[in-house]
T-cell receptor, first 112, second 112 residues
Framework: EDKVVQSPLSLVVHEGDTVTLNCSYE??????LLWYKQEKKAPTFLFML????IEKKSGRLSSILDKKELFSILNITATQTGDSAIYLCAVEPPRGAQKLVFGQGTRLTINP | DTAVSQTPKYLVTQMGNDKSIKCEQN?????MYWYKQDSKKFLKIMFS???????INETVPNRFSPKSPDKAHLNLHINSLELGDSAVYFCASSHGTGNTQYFGPGTRLLVL
């Protein structure tokens, strides 16, 4: 059965700190891994990763995928209170399934 | 197993038909959601129910009607299906709003 596990489940840091969120997966014939930021309503899309070792960057956020070790990390540098959210990792199984398998999320709290 | 489950997992139907997708959660959550996943992997919220009451109703055609018979179930009925309704529909649940949402496995709908 396909499985996505995120850690930690909860993280509280001070503004300005750097955080690393982890996502490991057990998905056969994996296609892509996605990161979402969930605030009040629907999760918003952050990154899609398909190739191992290539970092994707968007401002203070970056993410990288390791297909050999089956995990991804999401880094946030110089955190701000607006980064407080739940971060969801999801994996896309093989072509044709076109569905996502979600992890349980990491609740990140940034204190001023 | 404690989880969010959806039925069916796959649904292929003709244009003009009426179909329903069912969602059940046994996590004891009081809030449930329906999302539509578009081709770019964005999750668009459609509806949300809290304690069987509708709290989010985004701009969706009125051919889509959610029904929550109890806190553990949120079904989605679609009338007069159109080609553009083809997508993956995700159900999710949470304890209250603003907390981690646990996603179901998705229902892949294909309208021919």
């Amino acid at each position: 059965e396909d499985k996505v596990v995120q850690s930690p489940l909860s993280l509280v840091v001070h503004e300005g700190d750097t955080v690393t969120l982890n996502c490991s997966y057990e998905v056969t014939n994996f296609r892509s891994l996605l990161w979402y930021k969930q605030e009040k309503k629907a999760p918003t899309f952050l990154f899609m990763l398909t190739s191992s070792g290539i970092e994707k960057k968007s401002g203070r956020l970056s993410s990288i995928l390791d297909k050999k070790e089956l995990f991804s990390i999401l880094n946030i540098t110089a955190t701000q209170t607006g980064d407080s959210a739940i971060y969801l990792c999801a994996v896309e199984p093989p072509r044709g399934a076109q569905k996502l398998v979600f992890g349980q999320g990491t609740r990140l709290t940034i204190n001023p | 197993d404690t989880a969010v489950s959806q039925t069916p997992k796959y649904l292929v139907t003709q244009m003009g038909n009426d179909k329903s997708i069912k969602c059940e959660q046994n996590l004891g959550h009081d809030t449930m959601y329906w999302y539509k996943q578009d081709s770019k992997k964005f999750l668009k919220i459609m509806f949300s129910y809290n304690n069987k009451e509708l709290i989010i109703n985004e701009t969706v055609p009125n051919r889509f009607s959610p029904k929550s018979p109890d806190k553990a179930h949120l079904n989605l009925h679609i009338n007069s299906l159109e080609l553009g309704d083809s997508a993956v529909y995700f159900c999710a649940s949470s304890h209250g709003t603003g907390n981690t949402q646990y996603f179901g496995p998705g229902t892949r709908l294909l309208v021919l």
